[in-house]
T-cell receptor, first 115, second 113 residues
Protein backbone atom coordinates (compact mmCIF):
# COMPACT_ATOMS: atom_id res chain seq x y z
CA UNK A 1 0.00 0.00 0.00
CA UNK A 2 1.44 3.40 -0.93
CA UNK A 3 2.47 5.58 1.96
CA UNK A 4 3.87 8.98 2.77
CA UNK A 5 7.46 8.92 3.96
CA UNK A 6 9.39 11.55 5.90
CA UNK A 7 13.04 12.11 6.67
CA UNK A 8 14.71 12.45 9.04
CA UNK A 9 12.70 10.86 11.81
CA UNK A 10 14.42 13.07 14.35
CA UNK A 11 16.31 16.33 13.81
CA UNK A 12 18.19 18.17 16.50
CA UNK A 13 19.36 21.69 15.74
CA UNK A 14 20.63 24.81 17.43
CA UNK A 15 18.44 27.87 17.72
CA UNK A 16 18.90 30.15 14.72
CA UNK A 17 19.90 27.36 12.36
CA UNK A 18 18.03 26.47 9.20
CA UNK A 19 16.38 23.08 8.89
CA UNK A 20 14.77 21.31 5.98
CA UNK A 21 12.26 18.57 6.62
CA UNK A 22 11.62 16.24 3.75
CA UNK A 23 8.57 14.33 2.64
CA UNK A 24 7.76 12.01 -0.22
CA UNK A 25 3.99 12.10 -0.77
CA UNK A 26 2.01 9.26 -2.30
CA UNK A 27 2.99 9.23 -5.94
CA UNK A 28 -0.31 10.07 -7.67
CA UNK A 29 -1.40 12.64 -5.12
CA UNK A 30 -1.57 16.30 -6.06
CA UNK A 31 -2.29 18.06 -2.75
CA UNK A 32 0.28 18.33 -0.02
CA UNK A 33 0.15 19.54 3.55
CA UNK A 34 2.24 20.17 6.62
CA UNK A 35 0.89 19.95 10.15
CA UNK A 36 2.70 20.13 13.44
CA UNK A 37 2.11 18.89 16.95
CA UNK A 38 3.85 20.55 19.85
CA UNK A 39 4.28 18.06 22.67
CA UNK A 40 1.06 17.70 24.61
CA UNK A 41 -0.91 19.96 22.27
CA UNK A 42 -3.21 19.59 19.29
CA UNK A 43 -2.14 18.75 15.79
CA UNK A 44 -2.26 22.08 13.93
CA UNK A 45 -2.47 22.89 10.25
CA UNK A 46 0.48 24.80 8.83
CA UNK A 47 0.15 24.95 5.06
CA UNK A 48 -1.38 23.36 1.99
CA UNK A 49 0.23 23.21 -1.44
CA UNK A 50 -1.09 22.49 -4.90
CA UNK A 51 0.16 23.05 -8.41
CA UNK A 52 3.47 24.38 -7.15
CA UNK A 53 2.05 27.07 -4.98
CA UNK A 54 0.68 27.56 -1.49
CA UNK A 55 -3.11 27.20 -1.34
CA UNK A 56 -3.56 28.18 2.26
CA UNK A 57 -1.39 28.86 5.28
CA UNK A 58 -2.11 29.33 8.94
CA UNK A 59 -1.00 32.12 11.24
CA UNK A 60 1.80 29.85 12.44
CA UNK A 61 3.30 29.74 8.96
CA UNK A 62 5.16 33.04 9.06
CA UNK A 63 8.05 34.32 6.97
CA UNK A 64 10.44 31.89 8.65
CA UNK A 65 8.67 28.98 6.98
CA UNK A 66 8.68 28.00 3.33
CA UNK A 67 7.66 24.97 1.32
CA UNK A 68 8.88 23.65 -1.96
CA UNK A 69 8.41 20.79 -4.33
CA UNK A 70 11.92 20.71 -5.80
CA UNK A 71 11.30 17.72 -8.06
CA UNK A 72 8.55 15.30 -8.96
CA UNK A 73 8.65 13.39 -5.71
CA UNK A 74 9.83 15.47 -2.75
CA UNK A 75 7.96 18.07 -0.74
CA UNK A 76 10.00 20.05 1.76
CA UNK A 77 9.39 22.34 4.69
CA UNK A 78 12.15 24.80 5.49
CA UNK A 79 12.46 26.76 8.68
CA UNK A 80 14.92 29.56 8.05
CA UNK A 81 15.99 30.44 11.57
CA UNK A 82 14.68 28.02 14.15
CA UNK A 83 13.34 29.10 17.51
CA UNK A 84 12.91 27.07 20.66
CA UNK A 85 9.15 27.13 20.15
CA UNK A 86 9.53 25.40 16.78
CA UNK A 87 10.29 22.18 18.63
CA UNK A 88 7.48 19.84 17.63
CA UNK A 89 6.54 16.82 15.59
CA UNK A 90 6.01 17.82 11.97
CA UNK A 91 3.68 15.73 9.85
CA UNK A 92 3.48 15.76 6.10
CA UNK A 93 0.26 14.64 4.41
CA UNK A 94 -0.98 14.20 0.89
CA UNK A 95 -4.31 13.71 -0.80
CA UNK A 96 -5.45 12.96 -4.31
CA UNK A 97 -8.27 15.38 -5.11
CA UNK A 98 -8.27 18.06 -2.42
CA UNK A 99 -12.05 17.97 -2.26
CA UNK A 100 -14.50 18.04 0.63
CA UNK A 101 -14.55 14.25 0.95
CA UNK A 102 -10.90 13.55 0.28
CA UNK A 103 -8.70 11.67 2.74
CA UNK A 104 -5.36 13.09 3.80
CA UNK A 105 -2.72 10.44 4.36
CA UNK A 106 -0.01 11.22 6.86
CA UNK A 107 3.64 10.36 7.12
CA UNK A 108 5.25 9.11 10.33
CA UNK A 109 6.48 12.57 11.25
CA UNK A 110 9.80 14.28 11.94
CA UNK A 111 10.52 15.20 15.52
CA UNK A 112 12.33 18.54 15.53
CA UNK A 113 14.21 19.52 18.66
CA UNK A 114 15.60 23.04 18.83
CA UNK A 115 18.23 23.61 21.52
CA UNK B 1 -12.68 29.22 13.64
CA UNK B 2 -14.06 25.73 13.96
CA UNK B 3 -13.31 23.63 17.01
CA UNK B 4 -13.40 20.02 18.11
CA UNK B 5 -14.09 18.75 21.60
CA UNK B 6 -13.05 15.25 22.51
CA UNK B 7 -13.53 13.54 25.79
CA UNK B 8 -10.59 13.94 28.08
CA UNK B 9 -8.29 11.04 28.50
CA UNK B 10 -6.57 8.96 29.41
CA UNK B 11 -9.12 6.21 29.14
CA UNK B 12 -8.17 2.87 30.65
CA UNK B 13 -10.21 -0.20 29.82
CA UNK B 14 -9.91 -3.90 30.32
CA UNK B 15 -9.65 -6.12 27.29
CA UNK B 16 -13.05 -6.90 25.69
CA UNK B 17 -14.66 -3.83 27.27
CA UNK B 18 -16.90 -1.49 25.27
CA UNK B 19 -15.32 1.75 24.11
CA UNK B 20 -16.89 5.11 23.45
CA UNK B 21 -14.86 8.23 22.73
CA UNK B 22 -17.05 11.28 22.36
CA UNK B 23 -16.40 13.94 19.76
CA UNK B 24 -18.40 17.07 19.03
CA UNK B 25 -17.48 19.86 16.69
CA UNK B 26 -18.48 23.27 15.51
CA UNK B 27 -18.37 23.94 11.81
CA UNK B 28 -19.87 25.97 9.04
CA UNK B 29 -21.83 23.58 6.88
CA UNK B 30 -21.41 19.83 6.97
CA UNK B 31 -17.78 18.81 6.79
CA UNK B 32 -16.49 15.32 6.21
CA UNK B 33 -15.50 13.77 9.53
CA UNK B 34 -12.48 11.63 10.31
CA UNK B 35 -11.00 9.60 13.10
CA UNK B 36 -7.25 9.17 13.04
CA UNK B 37 -5.23 6.91 15.34
CA UNK B 38 -1.65 7.33 16.52
CA UNK B 39 -0.02 4.18 17.86
CA UNK B 40 2.99 4.62 20.15
CA UNK B 41 5.96 5.94 18.23
CA UNK B 42 4.09 6.16 14.95
CA UNK B 43 2.37 8.75 12.80
CA UNK B 44 -1.29 9.49 12.21
CA UNK B 45 -3.25 6.75 10.50
CA UNK B 46 -6.73 7.06 9.10
CA UNK B 47 -9.10 4.91 11.12
CA UNK B 48 -12.42 5.76 9.51
CA UNK B 49 -14.41 8.55 7.92
CA UNK B 50 -17.93 9.67 7.09
CA UNK B 51 -18.75 12.26 4.47
CA UNK B 52 -22.41 13.07 5.01
CA UNK B 53 -25.15 13.02 7.61
CA UNK B 54 -26.15 9.59 8.95
CA UNK B 55 -23.18 7.92 7.25
CA UNK B 56 -21.46 5.32 9.38
CA UNK B 57 -17.72 4.90 9.02
CA UNK B 58 -16.24 1.60 10.14
CA UNK B 59 -12.87 -0.13 10.25
CA UNK B 60 -11.18 -2.75 12.43
CA UNK B 61 -14.30 -3.10 14.57
CA UNK B 62 -14.51 0.64 15.21
CA UNK B 63 -17.58 2.61 14.16
CA UNK B 64 -18.70 6.21 14.16
CA UNK B 65 -21.92 7.75 12.86
CA UNK B 66 -22.20 11.27 11.46
CA UNK B 67 -24.88 12.96 13.56
CA UNK B 68 -25.77 16.26 11.98
CA UNK B 69 -28.35 17.23 14.61
CA UNK B 70 -25.92 16.95 17.49
CA UNK B 71 -22.76 17.77 15.45
CA UNK B 72 -21.16 14.66 16.87
CA UNK B 73 -19.07 11.78 15.61
CA UNK B 74 -18.55 9.47 18.56
CA UNK B 75 -16.16 6.55 18.15
CA UNK B 76 -17.26 3.13 19.41
CA UNK B 77 -15.91 -0.38 19.56
CA UNK B 78 -17.71 -3.31 21.06
CA UNK B 79 -14.69 -5.20 22.38
CA UNK B 80 -11.30 -3.54 22.67
CA UNK B 81 -7.98 -5.34 22.49
CA UNK B 82 -4.60 -4.51 23.99
CA UNK B 83 -3.44 -3.65 20.47
CA UNK B 84 -6.00 -0.82 20.34
CA UNK B 85 -3.95 1.13 22.87
CA UNK B 86 -3.21 4.42 21.10
CA UNK B 87 -4.22 8.07 20.88
CA UNK B 88 -7.39 8.75 18.91
CA UNK B 89 -8.06 12.03 17.14
CA UNK B 90 -11.35 13.34 15.82
CA UNK B 91 -11.01 15.76 12.91
CA UNK B 92 -13.52 17.50 10.66
CA UNK B 93 -12.28 18.55 7.25
CA UNK B 94 -13.05 22.23 6.88
CA UNK B 95 -12.59 24.63 4.01
CA UNK B 96 -10.51 27.73 4.63
CA UNK B 97 -9.01 28.38 1.26
CA UNK B 98 -8.08 24.75 0.87
CA UNK B 99 -9.51 21.84 2.82
CA UNK B 100 -7.72 21.30 6.08
CA UNK B 101 -8.22 19.08 9.11
CA UNK B 102 -9.01 20.59 12.49
CA UNK B 103 -7.91 18.14 15.15
CA UNK B 104 -9.22 17.54 18.61
CA UNK B 105 -6.76 17.22 21.48
CA UNK B 106 -6.72 13.47 21.17
CA UNK B 107 -7.85 10.80 23.60
CA UNK B 108 -5.31 8.34 24.90
CA UNK B 109 -6.67 4.83 25.28
CA UNK B 110 -4.89 2.18 27.31
CA UNK B 111 -6.26 -1.35 27.21
CA UNK B 112 -5.04 -3.70 29.91
CA UNK B 113 -5.18 -7.50 29.71
Amino acid sequence: EPEVTQTPSHQVTQMGQEVILRCVPISNHLYFYWYRQILGQKVEFLVSFYNNEISEKSEIFDDQFSVERPDGSNFTLKIRSTKLEDSAMYFCASSSTGTSTDTQYFGPGTRLTVL
Amino acid sequence: GNSVTQMEGPVTLSEEAFLTINCTYTATGYPSLFWYVQYPGEGLQLLLKATKADDKGSNKGFEATYRKETTSFHLEKGSVQVSDSAVYFCAPLERAGSYQLTFGKGTKLSVIP
